[in-house]
T-cell receptor, first 113, second 113 residues
Framework: EPEVTQTPSHQVTQMGQEVILRCVPI?????FYWYRQILGQKVEFLVSFYNNEISEKSEIFDDQFSVERPDGSNFTLKIRSTKLEDSAMYFCASSEAMLQPQHFGDGTRLSIL | DQQVKQNSPSLSVQEGRISILNCDYTNSMFDYFLWYKKYPAEGPTFLISISSIKDKNEDGRFTVFLNKSAKHLSLHIVPSQPGDSAVYFCAAYSGAGSYQLTFGKGTKLSVIP
């Protein structure tokens, strides 16, 4: 069964540094998403991406964050000037269309020191 | 702002019995609901969904019921198996052009052999 893959599985970064989280969505999917889950809290929506542009973003997704689809397969989340409170699990997801089930990767655990 | 509520943080069920996981929502714009299962160190896995125009959807051992007037949905697992032990998340799309899933906090199901 096709799956969403995320790398790395765990990233440790010093506060203030930039980090890039990578995702390979399911190949025939057209909609891509990033979510995060801070320890003990809900899974929260960050951003959705369709047709090479952001289609929706949450209040969390401020100027510190950016997304990119640099080629036909990868989808990346960049976090600039990381802060302690950015420590979380970051999940990438993809779906064939709107209002279809989103399929999630296994996440990247980001630890900011 | 708990638009999707899962009020039971945990549930224990004997193997072979029925597991019933509950979810309430407050946003009347929600029109498509999904259940995800999550094992430790993995991403959420899509289980089953239901559109607001239906009141029941069945897939093998899993059935989701939707009561729109009560803003309540439930996931029934029959018969429960030890491999069903996981955290179950209720999630919803609000339609109206929104791409994001809003998640509940999850219910940890333990199926006892």
């Amino acid at each position: 069964e096709p799956e969403v893959t995320q790398t790395p599985s765990h990233q440790v970064t010093q506060m203030g540094q930039e980090v890039i989280l990578r995702c390979v969505p399911i190949s025939n999917h057209l909609y891509f998403y990033w979510y995060r889950q801070i320890l003990g809290q809900k899974v929260e929506f960050l951003v959705s991406f369709y047709n090479n542009e952001i289609s929706e973003k949450s209040e969390i997704f401020d100027d510190q964050f950016s997304v990119e689809r640099p080629d036909g397969s990868n989808f990346t989340l960049k976090i600039r000037s990381t802060k302690l409170e950015d420590s979380a699990m970051y999940f990438c997801a993809s779906s064939e269309a709107m209002l279809q089930p989103q399929h999630f990767g296994d996440g990247t655990r980001l630890s900011i020191l | 702002d708990q638009q999707v509520k899962q009020n039971s943080p945990s549930l224990s069920v004997q193997e072979g019995r029925i597991s019933i996981l509950n979810c309430d929502y407050t946003n009347s714009m929600f029109d498509y609901f999904l259940w995800y299962k999550k094992y430790p160190a993995e991403g959420p896995t899509f289980l089953i969904s239901i559109s607001s125009i239906k009141d029941k959807n069945e897939d093998g051992r899993f059935t989701v019921f939707l009561n729109k007037s009560a803003k309540h949905l439930s996931l029934h697992i029959v018969p429960s198996q030890p491999g069903d032990s996981a955290v179950y998340f209720c999630a919803a799309y609000s339609g109206a052009g929104s791409y994001q899933l809003t998640f509940g906090k999850g219910t940890k199901l333990s199926v006892i052999p």
